[in-house]
């Protein structure tokens, strides 16, 4: 049997059970090493979903591996991410794509981002959830995986976290309960989403020092792009990737206070989310 070392594009087939209020489930092989997985979208005449069609028919997308989630997002935060990091080199969403990278493209070099693909030799079972929220127009869902056949365990690798949290008026809010003091997890970005508030600015200590000092959203819009990023209506992303390379992170290990600090104006955001970029694994 012929293999490659180097990442080719296998359909997976159409996952079976799409209706109004299902969750789709579905099978990802455990071997090879997996760069993404890709969701498309169709309508019954076979024509591709817009990303706004996309977004108002599939709700919550989960990738486990052996269990546990490793990427746990919305349709449409996918779909922000994606636009974040590819905008600014006019490569946003696709119709009829729901996208997982797993190898951020971003890095400088193909071995940057071999290195963060999911080897899967000491992985026993990957699976997808698909939340189906409607049927407007999505009538079948076909899933893709991009891989090689290389032979690694699972080591260093990104993951996406939701972390849910609400405020009820404007003014400061400290938020310092997000993920820390985990020896293998760094975060790469943090997507504040903002409903209809606005946020003045934002403010990261990482034990009692400040790596973000009341930074507004213009000045952090013009850091991020310097990094060829794209800012995105309703997020304020706090980005520590934006050097391009594996040395952009900001590793938990040894951190026991970690506090972000957004200043609300205009309207209350009630609730929102922050979802995180992560990298886990890291030795």
Not at 203 to 213: E, G, H, P, T
Request: hydrophobic residues 45%; aromatic residues 8%.
């Amino acid at each position: 049997m012929q293999t490659f070392m180097f990442p080719t594009i296998r359909g997976l087939g159409t996952i079976p059970g799409v209706a109004a209020g299902a969750l789709l489930t579905a099978k990802i092989p455990t071997n090879g090493k997996k760069y993404g997985f890709f969701l498309l979208g169709k309508t019954a005449a076979g024509a591709v979903l817009t990303a706004a069609q996309l977004n108002a028919d599939i709700g919550d997308i989960v990738v486990r591996v052996k269990g546990e989630a490793k990427i746990e997002a919305s349709c449409t935060e996918l779909l922000m991410i994606q636009k974040y990091f590819g905008d600014a080199d006019v490569a946003g969403n696709i119709s009829g794509i729901v996208p997982i990278f797993l190898t951020p493209r971003d890095l400088s070099t193909w071995q940057e981002r071999k290195a963060l693909g999911w080897g899967t030799a000491n992985v026993d079972s990957i699976t997808i959830e698909v939340k189906v929220v409607g049927v407007a127009q999505l009538a079948s869902l076909e899933l893709f995986e991009y891989a090689s056949d290389e032979q690694e365990n699972l080591g260093t690798h990104l993951t996406i976290r939701r972390f849910p949290h609400s405020f009820a008026s404007t003014g400061v809010q400290e938020i310092s309960d997000l993920v820390n003091n985990v020896p293998d997890m760094a975060y790469r970005t943090l997507f504040i989403q903002k409903n209809t508030a606005d946020i003045t600015n934002v403010s990261c200590k990482v034990n009692n020092a400040l790596v973000y000092d009341q930074v507004p959203e213009a000045l952090n819009n013009v850091l991020n792009e310097d990094g060829c990023r794209k800012a995105q209506t309703g997020y304020y992303a706090i980005d520590f990737s934006r050097v391009r390379d594996l040395a952009g992170m900001l590793p938990m290990k040894g951190i026991t206070d970690f506090r972000v600090t957004p200043t609300w104006a205009t309207n209350a955001p009630a609730s929102f989310n922050i979802i995180g970029v992560i990298y886990k694994g890291l030795k």
